[in-house]
Structure formats: C-alpha cells, structure tokens
C-alpha cells in the first residue's frame, strides 16, 4: 500500500460516524454523541479503520478515535487549555517553555483525530507560524541563543507539504546554535504513506540532528505497513522515539503496556514516555490515577528490561521539564 498518495488517503479519511459503525459491523447507533462529534469531528484513515475488530465497541482502536457521550461531561480539573499554552507563546504559534529548546504548533491539521488530545480546543487559526508569524518565530530563534532543538509539533506537522516542511527545515538549519530537530507525529503509525521519498529527501538533507518522536498507545497500531514506513526512517539514521498516554479502557493494564514495549522495539523505536492523561475538557472518562499508574509500572518493571520501560510522567502547567513520577 505504500505506493498510494497519503493525500488522497487523507481525503477520504472517514467523516461520519454511522459509516464508521457500518464498516465495523457495529449495529448500536445509541453510540453515536451528535454534540461531541459536533464539538471535534471524528476523522479516521482507512487504514487505521482496518486495524479494529468487527463488531466490538470496546476495542481499543476504535476507542481512542470514538465521539462518545462521555465527553459531555463537564467534569471540575478539566479545561480547554490545562498547560497553559496560549500564554507561553513566545510568538504565534512558538511555544517557549522549556530550557534550550521550543517547540512550534505548524498546523492544526491531523491524519487523526484522538478524542484524548490535549490540543483539541487550541486556537489553530490565532496561533499559526506562517507568513510573518513565521518570520518573527525565525527571528526569535535567531536571537534566543541558549535554544539548541527546535520541535515540530501540532496538529500533526507532517500534515504540511515537503516543499513546506524543506523550506521551514532549511531556514532553521541557517541558525548556527541550533543542533538538533524533533518532530512529533503520529503518520508513520496511521498514513504510513506519508514516509515517502519527497519526506525522506528533505530529512536526509539537514544538519541538524534528527529525532522522531512517534505516538502508539496500542500494539495493535502496529502492522507490517507501519513497519516498512519506520524501517525507511531507521535507514537514514534517524532516532525513534514513543511517547504513549495512558488511557482508562484502552492500555490501563500489565499485558497492554508490555506487549507495547515490545512491540515498539521489534520495529526499532524506544519505549520513551508513558504520559499522564492532560486534564483537557471533554476527556475526564479517559483518566486513570496516579497510585493505579504507579502500580501498573511497578508490575511492568518486574516483567520488561529496564529499556524497555518507558518514563511515568506528567506535564504541570508551572514547571519548565516533564515531571517524573516515582513508582
């Protein structure tokens, strides 16, 4: 399937939620949350679609993409920005929160729509680095120079042309402090074909030392099609990374987590981060505590090698690094 055009894959990514439930054999439209999928539309390439069981709501696929009734709930610690990001904004859309790197929301655009996303209430069109906002970001890299690695983020930043996400490359390759470039994406795992050689040409071309950082929370995400993908970006030397949020109903026990880690490292990529749900509206049903957490990482620690064991962490709105969870 690699040889299909990942935007034509993207066009035709499902839209509706009864279609959704008929190619799955899914036969209870009670399921369906107008105003949820009304408030974030559900959108789900085919590919990823083919990964889930039939006829089986509770898969953990199907959960993590599922406009649900539970999102409605309008539980008290949740809000629409809860790490505060629209106030960390050095310039549209570069957010500056952490020592000697940043990170800059590209686009709002993704190839999936995770009902869990701390970005979903982001305001996109106020906050984007294009035109001069692009240029004010270049110069406040140019000026800030204890910054060393600058991370794409978004959205999905790989939503963006090649010949963008080349031109945006080179120009940050042109500022002497910078070392390294981490993009954060989730397309090897759900449009595979986007890792095509236009993507490959332009991440083999910089300088500048490269890091992916991908997003599975699920082994079942992982196929032969995402593997031939990843096994392109590992031929270019590039560093693989996983962050994973945890989520209630979907990887919240000792057999989802390891066989994760397991699965990641066959395919070459490091077990890096196993986040805290972000407590962002509309996804309280999704949160799983802290002591559980901690006790889930404890039986994960007696079963994996210490490699294999991603970092517990959450992310405070207040503090300038990952906080690490002790278990």
Known sequence: MQHRNWKSILQQASASPEQLLSELDIEDSSLISRQANQD?????????ISKMSKNDPADP????????????IDQTGFSKDPLNEVKRQAAPGLLHKYHGRVLLVLTGACAIH???????????????????????AIEYLQK?????EVILSGGDPLS?????????????????????????????VVVPERINEACLDWLSRTHLQLAIVLHVNHANELDKSVEQAILKLRNRNISLF??????????????????????????????????????????SHFEVDESSARLLMQEIQKRLPGYLVPRLVREDPE????TIINF
């Open 40 to 48: 974030f539309p559900l959108r789900v390439p085919a590919g990823f």
């Open 61 to 72: 696929l199907f959960k993590q993409i599922w406009p649900s009734a539970e999102e409605e």
């Open 114 to 136: 995770c009902r869990y996303c701390f970005r979903r209430h982001f305001p996109y069109s106020d906050s984007n680095p294009s035109g001069e906002n692009l240029q004010k």
């Open 144 to 148: 800030e120079t204890s910054v060393t």
């Open 160 to 188: 963006l042309s090649d010949e963008r996400l080349s031109e945006l490359v080179s120009r940050l390759a042109e500022i002497p402090h910078l070392k390294r470039l981490r993009i954060h994406t989730r397309f090897p």
């Open 242 to 283: 996983n962050q994973s949020v945890l989520l209630k109903g979907i990887n919240d026990s000792v057999q989802a987590l390891v066989a994760l880690s397991e699965a990641l490292f066959s395919y070459g990529i490091i077990p890096y981060y196993l986040h805290m749900l972000d407590p962002v509206s509309g996804t």
């Open 319 to 322: 503090t300038a690094h990952k």
